[in-house]
């Protein structure tokens, strides 16, 4: 009728709204620790080795274990949402199994989706904090009095 597709309608927009402020979050979060990571390196601004280091060290140790954290769960999602399939067509009237086709192949999907938007962000975050940590330690072996600290 008329008035379902009205409200089918409305909660699609609503449903678009939300994924619209998430990728607003995104920004504000990138931005947040991009400021994050400018006040620690001014804090320890008058010796460039430190001001490079404790930033490395800081995105390292928050880049790294959501690394760890995805790669693993990578596989145990899309076994643990296969299962509450299982467990929704036993409890549930049965379902055929052309709808569990469907489903099984959008749930794997969703999966995917999910850990793959936290892989890349951590290999970036791990990659420049490795790359910040080097850049201090190769400054440190060149002995500048002033910036060596």
Do not use: C, Y
């Amino acid at each position: 009728t008329q008035h379902d597709k009205e409200q089918f309608l409305e909660e699609l927009d609503a449903f678009r709204e939300v994924i619209h402020r998430g990728g607003a979050v995104v920004w504000i979060s990138i931005v947040v620790l991009v400021l994050g990571i400018l006040l620690i390196m001014v804090v320890h601004i008058p010796h460039l080795a430190s001001s490079l280091r404790w930033p490395g060290i800081t995105l390292l140790l928050s880049g790294l274990p959501i690394l760890i954290v995805s790669l693993v769960s990578s596989s145990g999602l899309e076994g643990l949402f296969n299962d509450l399939l299982d467990q929704v067509n036993v409890t549930v009237s049965p379902i055929p199994p052309s709808m569990i086709n469907i489903a099984s192949d959008v749930l794997a999907s969703m999966a995917a989706d999910l850990i793959g938007g936290f892989i890349l962000p951590s290999i970036i975050v791990t990659v420049v904090g490795i790359a910040l940590l080097i850049t201090s330690f190769f400054i440190r072996s060149l002995r500048i009095p002033f910036l060596s600290r």
